[in-house]
């Protein structure tokens, strides 16, 4: 079932936070028009990431592989702004070790943290300036702004995100399984793919929900035709980004399965998604703060927590879905980037 605010910060423990600059006169190529978005877990939760987009602009990614020592995120960086974008993690970084959030390495001051913000940015620089993009400071106001209740659709990291022809933005949705464990994501859409059939203007990601349980109705042969006349997106470069959160009891491995998982509600919602002119990246959080009952047990070869694991994973890709659905549909007009809403009326 749907968790009681249907986002990302339904998991406990999970805050967001945007800051954008946005020009109401903003053009292609003029005005301000870009943020960030920042996901933060105060005391930290086990994280992962699976990048499969061809044209990637990420940050600490190595640092999430399985194999690697370190197995906590503090916070998680969501840009605009292409690879300069990326310059948003060092605010985000001054915010936590101000809070006093990160990895302690000196025994003797506790203040000495070393905070670990992975990130990932959009190219979003055609829209506005070219040459306005997200700073630390913009890092660290997003930081500092982050808590259970945010805005979704043209704000923060989606202000400048284009989705195919139509307006992208941030969507989030949640799950609450039966099993008491919440999985929930958060999504920048901005791909060069379609999120909508071109056969019935009803948004890809309806598929698994049907698209009156999304709110969303059958458009009209004139606005059809509308949506269909518009023009390719035409940038060489895009990339739809995003976190997916739960408070199961994960660990790297699990959290990485996770991660992977959440590319296939991307896949549902964008045609084509993963293409070589994407960045496509997910992160993975667990907080491990909710208890699951115990399931079956499965052979001694496998992870104990393998059906618990299975039903977070399929959640997972089920959230993705339906956040790129509501980035779509909460997504608003700007620089002549026409919206999904201002088409199709919904």
Not at 115 to 138: C, H, K
Not at 227 to 235: E, F, H, R, S, Y
Request: with cysteine; glycine share 14%.
């Amino acid at each position: 079932m749907i968790g009681p605010g249907n986002a990302l910060t339904d998991v406990v423990g999970v805050l967001v936070g945007h800051h954008h600059e946005l020009d109401p006169d903003a053009t292609l190529g003029s005005g301000a028009a870009t943020g960030c978005t920042v996901v933060r877990v105060p005391g930290g939760a086990v994280a992962a990431v699976d990048v499969r987009g061809g044209g990637p602009g990420t940050r600490e990614t190595d640092l999430l592989d399985p194999a690697a020592s370190v197995r906590r995120a503090d916070a998680v960086l969501l840009s605009g702004g292409s690879a300069y974008g990326l310059a948003a993690a060092d605010g985000v970084m001054r915010f936590c070790e101000e809070a006093g959030h990160g990895i302690p390495l000196d025994p003797l001051d506790p203040a000495r943290v070393v905070p670990i913000v992975p990130g990932a940015v959009i190219f979003d620089l055609p829209v506005g300036d070219w040459n306005l993009r997200p700073t630390a400071e913009f890092g660290y106001r997003a930081a500092a702004a982050a808590s259970r209740e945010f805005e979704r659709g043209t704000v923060g990291a989606g202000v400048g995100a284009r989705a195919g022809a139509l307006k992208g933005g941030i969507g989030t949705a949640s799950v609450l399984l039966d099993i008491g464990i919440t999985v929930a994501a958060l999504v920048v859409a901005n791909p060069v793919g379609s999120v909508f059939d071109p056969r019935t203007g009803l948004l890809w990601g309806a598929g698994t929900d049907g698209a009156a349980a999304l709110g969303l109705r059958t458009p009209t042969p004139e606005q059809l035709a509308a949506a269909n006349a518009l023009p390719v997106k035409g940038t060489v470069l895009n990339t739809t980004i995003g976190v997916v959160a739960t408070d199961a009891p994960l660990d790297k491995a699990g959290c990485r399965r996770m991660a992977t998982t959440a590319h296939d509600g991307l896949a549902r919602a964008v045609r084509p998604a993963h293409s070589p002119l994407d960045g496509d990246t997910f992160f993975a959080l667990a907080t491990g703060t909710a208890a699951p009952p115990p399931g079956p047990v499965p052979p001694p070869a496998f992870p104990p927590n393998l059906g618990l694991l299975d039903a977070v994973c399929t959640a997972a890709a089920v959230c993705v879905e339906r956040a790129i659905v509501d980035a779509v549909v909460s997504a608003r007009s700007i620089a002549g980037i026409p919206s999904y809403s201002e088409l199709f009326g919904s």
